[in-house]
């Protein structure tokens, strides 16, 4: 069946470096990928997504690429904060056979930024 | 997006117990899910949830575990049956909606601790 893999956390970064949190997925169709974002005792927040190949996604400094000929997905940020301490989870959306799109999450990946 | 609510937001439970979480949602939406995320983990699917018809459970879920009602296109309740210290987790919600179907958006989840 259809899965995601997530580097394994945690990711310990100085304020100001770059991020890259890898996310490879398997599937059988051309799934739509997505990054939340769920930041201490919170709910899941929907950070990007991207439906089709080549698709970029981007939201608050954060971006990711479909990339069908490697199946991934990397999650990248230029200059992280301390306020982007949170565990990230890279998914894909999977046509269920019940009609409904399920979505399959990776392991999660927590960062934790220092001033 | 959605606007979507919990209630409770946490509660701790004894064993033998039962605990129905109720999930609302700002407007009307087709499909409902309900995810557990176990202390450490990622989300797993338990159920979707379709206004009119019965939810369809995910394997490993059984409905005489994890009843759930949609009594309506803006609200669903999952029921956490004879509670173990295995059912300590974190159950969100999540809704369909915009930004291309599969799109899903989550609750801020409910705490849940079985002594």
């Known amino acids: 069946g259809d899965s995601v893999t997530q580097m394994e956390g945690p990711v310990t970064l100085s304020e100001e470096a770059f991020l890259t949190i890898n996310c490879t997925y398997t599937a059988t169709g051309y799934p739509s990928l997505f990054w939340y974002v769920q930041y201490p005792g919170e709910g899941l927040q929907l950070l990007l997504k991207a439906t089709k190949a080549d698709d970029k996604g981007s939201n608050k400094g954060f971006e990711a690429t479909y990339r069908k000929e490697t199946t991934s997905f990397h999650l990248e940020k230029g200059s992280v904060q301390v306020s982007d301490s949170a565990v990230y989870f890279c998914a894909l959306s999977d046509p269920g056979s019940g009609g409904y799109n399920k979505l399959i999450f990776g392991a999660g990946t927590r960062l934790a930024v220092h001033p | 997006s959605a606007v979507i609510s919990q209630k409770p937001s946490r509660d701790i439970c004894q064993r033998g117990t039962s605990l129905t979480i109720q999930c609302q949602v700002d407007s009307q939406v087709t499909m409902m899910f309900w995810y557990r995320q176990q202390p450490g983990q990622s989300l797993t699917l338990i159920a979707t949830a379709n206004q009119g018809s019965e939810a369809t459970y995910e394997s490993g879920f059984v409905i005489d575990k994890f009843p759930i009602s949609r009594p309506n296109l803006t609200f669903s309740t999952l029921t956490v049956s004879n509670m173990s210290p295995e059912d300590s987790s974190i159950y969100l919600c999540?809704?369909?909606?915009?930004?291309?179907?599969?799109?899903?958006?989550f609750g801020p989840g409910t705490r849940l601790l079985v002594l």
């Open positions: 999540s809704v369909e909606r915009g930004g291309g179907k599969e799109t899903q958006y």
